[in-house]
């Protein structure tokens, strides 16, 4: 276990024995993620290229006999209890506990007999930063009710799970590739998920050997509406799926991208597909750029990344544009927004003795625009969920 996961299995383990007394069954942690390339493709059935951060979410429960949840969170220092009532029908938990109600409710829904528990959840993943605070929450809670009640749920089939709970009983639309990062992932690796089939293939990313970063900064934006903003990209795919008569936008193929973009009257919507379509092959690029261990290589296909998320599919914010300018004119290799836009953090791939360096100029940049100081951090892909020992 690395120090940090120590201190927020600590802050887990502490706060289960204060607000219930006695010591936790066990606890058990999930990581937020980053995404190195991919982004709003994996609702359009394509590729993504997820890895595991090293924050993480760390549930300490045990089993309580009643048909009751008792979850507690250091976040807001408040206990939420529910009940079967409460988990018979999506929705009736609100607020925070939500996520933990929907994996109940998700659970139950498939059939599993879910056993009654309490839980004191710590977390280092920041919330509304874009690092899928949520989807650490979903499978850190979900990894501890399987454990306690002796079920049985093969590792392909939870991230589905935990992200029915987010799409039905929280009621966010989102994809598949949080809650199969925070789960699939590997230590030293970036996920090469297959949205279409959920097929996974480890991509060994080792920044360490090819004297490289991954520097993490947190562009402190405030949300702008990214809810309604991302239920709209998703309908504008959607449509323009339907219109070229495909299943899903990943049918389409970059060699007759030219071809489909002909057939739509829609300036808005060619615009949408030909991110989508582009992004899926760059992830294609980046992941045959990765398994021949060019991981400098990759760096151009980052920033043509953000380009096309900037111009295409319109979901960067000024703060996440000025970021990405900063680290690449400070000699970045490649830098992007990553995650659904509208804020949320950019990921920049730097020389491992430049990360300071970067780090300040982006924070320069800021405060001659007078933006909220920026969040930094560099970080390495580091492991899925699993129970602390
Ligand atoms: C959010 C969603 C994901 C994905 C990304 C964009 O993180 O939760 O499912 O769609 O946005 O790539």
């Known amino acids: 276990m690395t120090d940090p996961t120590r201190a927020v299995a600590d802050r887990a383990t502490a706060g289960f024995t204060t607000r219930y007394g006695g010591q936790a069954a066990g606890r058990w942690a999930a990581p937020g993620r980053v995404n190195l390339i991919g982004e709003h493709t994996d609702y359009n059935e394509g590729f993504v290229l997820p890895f595991a951060l090293p924050l993480q979410t760390v549930v300490a429960a045990d089993r309580q006999d009643a048909e009751q949840w008792t979850v507690w969170s250091e976040l807001s220092d408040e206990t939420v209890?529910?009940?079967?009532?409460?988990?018979?029908?999506?929705?009736?938990v609100t607020g925070w506990g939500a996520?933990?109600?929907?994996?109940?409710?998700?659970?139950?829904?498939a059939g599993h007999p879910v056993p009654g528990a309490r839980m004191a959840i710590a977390s280092d993943v920041p919330l509304g930063a874009g690092l899928s605070s949520s989807a650490a929450l979903e499978s850190a809670v979900l990894a501890a009710l399987l454990d306690l009640g002796g079920l049985e749920l093969p590792a392909e089939s939870q991230p589905r799970l935990a992200q029915r709970a987010e799409?039905?009983?929280?009621?966010?639309?989102?994809?598949?590739?949080?809650?199969?990062?925070?789960?699939?992932?590997?230590?030293?690796?970036?996920?090469?998920?297959?949205?279409?089939?959920?097929?996974?293939?480890?991509?060994?990313?080792?920044?360490?050997?090819?004297?490289?970063?991954?520097?993490?900064?947190?562009?402190?934006?405030?949300?702008?509406?990214?809810?309604g903003e991302y239920a709209a990209r998703r309908r504008s795919c959607e449509a323009g799926a339907a219109a070229?008569?495909?299943?899903?936008?990943?049918?389409?193929?970059?060699?007759?991208?030219?071809?489909?973009?002909?057939?739509l009257d829609?300036?808005?919507?060619?615009?949408?597909?030909?991110?989508?379509?582009?992004?899926?092959?760059?992830?294609?690029?980046?992941?045959?750029?990765?398994?021949?261990?060019?991981?400098?290589?990759?760096?151009?296909?980052?920033?043509?990344?953000?380009?096309?998320?900037?111009?295409?599919f319109e979901i960067t914010v000024p703060e996440i544009d000025t970021a990405v300018e900063a680290a690449l004119a400070a000699g970045a290799l490649g830098a992007r927004m990553t995650g659904g836009g509208f804020g949320g953090c950019v990921l920049a791939l730097i020389?491992?003795?430049?990360?300071?360096?970067?780090?300040?100029?982006?924070?320069?940049?800021?405060?001659?625009?007078?933006?909220?100081?920026?969040?930094?951090?560099?970080?390495?892909?580091?492991?899925?969920?699993?129970?602390?020992?």
Request: net charge negative; with cysteine.
């Open 99 to 109: 996520y933990v109600a929907g994996v109940v409710w998700a659970l139950r829904e």
């Open 81 to 92: 209890t529910f009940g079967a009532d409460d988990v018979a029908e999506a929705g009736r």
């Open 244 to 263: 070229l008569g495909v299943a899903a936008l990943r049918d389409v193929s970059v060699d007759h991208l030219d071809t489909a973009l002909a057939q």
């Open 167 to 227: 799409n039905v009983y929280v009621g966010a639309p989102t994809g598949i590739m949080d809650q199969s990062a925070s789960i699939r992932c590997q230590a030293g690796h970036a996920l090469f998920l297959d949205c279409r089939d959920e097929s996974v293939e480890q991509i060994p990313f080792d920044l360490d050997a090819a004297g490289l970063a991954v520097l993490v900064i947190d562009s402190r934006a405030p949300h702008r509406h990214a809810d």
């Open 266 to 312: 829609d300036e808005e919507t060619r615009r949408r597909v030909r991110h989508v379509v582009t992004e899926d092959q760059r992830v294609l690029d980046t992941v045959a750029l990765l398994r021949a261990a060019r991981v400098r290589d990759i760096g151009p296909l980052l920033t043509a990344s953000h380009v096309s998320m900037r111009d295409d």
């Open 351 to 389: 020389d491992a003795d430049r990360a300071d360096e970067v780090a300040a100029a982006v924070t320069a940049a800021y405060a001659e625009r007078g933006f909220t100081a920026p969040g930094t951090l560099t970080v390495l892909p580091s492991p899925g969920a699993t129970r602390l020992p």
